[in-house]
């Protein structure tokens, strides 16, 4: 059965479960590096973005709200049409939703070195290798002293080690990374190399979904 990504999100609403609290964690986490941003425009992509909670929220209440230009690309248009109307209520013009595949790299291509990059409920549902990949692209996404933000849940197997040595190796130096314990999956890593070229017309990862990867 396919999941329902509208659906998917009510759990954002319930307190104390593991999206609420992950939601929490990721609007402290990009709060923290906007407060702390180099005054001037920002750049912001989100791949797979859905109704942009992530993201929309903080940068509603955010004095760097009118320094940002957003691009989130989600591929239900029923979670795109929600993010969209959500930025517009919030009176945030530079926020743009595509509705479209944000595995690939030509949605990005005149957005990107991006100052955030956010990879959200992404490595979770698609394959290690595609995960490595994407890690890759990462460096391609983010600009000198940008930051990417991303999740994975910390269940068997527990990937995150491998992702953390992954952006170590692209010129990435960690600044939170969650513990097991924690159990909300959240690591934020700044790009400390030079941002190399886009490769246009590549496509980063398959969503394939965590049902479909534990129970093929």
């Avoid at 995150?160 to 170590?168: L, M, N, R, T």
């Avoid at 886009?198 to 049902?211: A, N, Q, S, W």
């Amino acid at each position: 059965m396919t999941k329902d990504w509208y659906a998917w999100h009510a759990d954002y609403d319930q307190p104390g479960s593991g999206l609420h609290r992950r939601l929490t964690e990721l609007w402290d986490r990009i709060r923290e590096v906007l407060d702390h941003a180099p005054a001037g425009p920002l750049r912001v992509i989100s791949l797979c973005a859905g109704q942009g909670r992530d993201l929309i929220p903080v940068l509603a209440t955010h004095s760097r709200r009118d320094d940002v230009t957003a691009r989130l690309v989600e591929l239900d248009p029923r979670n795109a049409e929600v993010a969209r109307k959500a930025a517009a209520e919030a009176g945030l013009c530079g926020v743009e939703v595509v509705v479209g595949d944000a595995a690939l790299t030509d949605r990005y291509a005149d957005l990107v070195p991006a100052d955030l990059v956010l990879v959200c409920g992404v490595f979770g549902n698609i394959a290690e290798a595609d995960i490595r990949t994407t890690v890759r692209h990462c460096a391609a996404l983010c600009a000198t002293g940008g930051t990417v933000f991303w999740t994975r849940h910390r269940r068997e197997p527990d990937l995150v080690p491998a992702i953390c040595d992954w952006f170590a190796e692209e010129g990435f130096t960690p600044v939170a990374v969650s513990s097991p314990a924690d159990g909300v999956g959240v690591g934020v890593h700044r790009f400390t190399g030079a941002p190399r070229p886009l490769e246009p017309g590549v496509t980063m990862f398959e969503f394939v979904g965590h049902d479909h990867l534990t129970h093929p």
